[in-house]
């Protein structure tokens, strides 16, 4: 029993202790390239979803679907069309394009394209701040 207690004491501390060189940090290495990806997912499509700031998922019911719940296609009838454009801050562009069609009484099939451009970034670093 004391031979099992104390390696079960072993093992926890070696799990804490292996736990907090995997949470260090080396200040040499920092880099924030690439640290996300999809963020260009989050920005908004259409002047109503920017207007409510995002909170438009339940609320969509027109080609603007593709981009937040594909589910509010139902809502759609007939063909449609649907294009957006925004030009951001620092040169930035979105795009959305859409189009739709209604194929069967209860089936409707549709597609769509996002578009972003950052354009050109100077490369910076913590070496080089100046690029």
């Not at 292996?18 to 390239?33: H, N, T, Y």
């Not at 690439?34 to 920005?43: E, S, W």
């Amino acid at each position: 029993m004391h031979v099992m207690k104390r390696s079960f004491t072993i093992i926890l501390i070696l799990l804490f202790t292996a736990a907090g060189f995997a949470q260090s940090d080396i200040p040499e290495d920092i880099s924030k390239v690439a640290t996300r990806t999809g963020q260009f997912l989050k920005m908004e499509v259409g002047a109503k979803a920017a207007a409510l700031g995002g909170a438009h998922v339940a609320g969509v019911n027109d080609l603007s679907a593709l981009a937040w719940n594909p589910a509010g296609l139902a809502h759609v009838s007939g063909q449609s069309f649907y294009g957006t454009y925004t030009s951001l801050y620092a040169g930035i562009q979105h795009g959305f394009v859409a189009y739709g069609t209604k194929i069967a009484h209860s089936d409707y099939l549709g597609a769509s394209v996002t578009y972003l451009n950052s354009g050109e970034m100077e490369v910076t670093s913590l070496r080089f701040p100046d690029g």
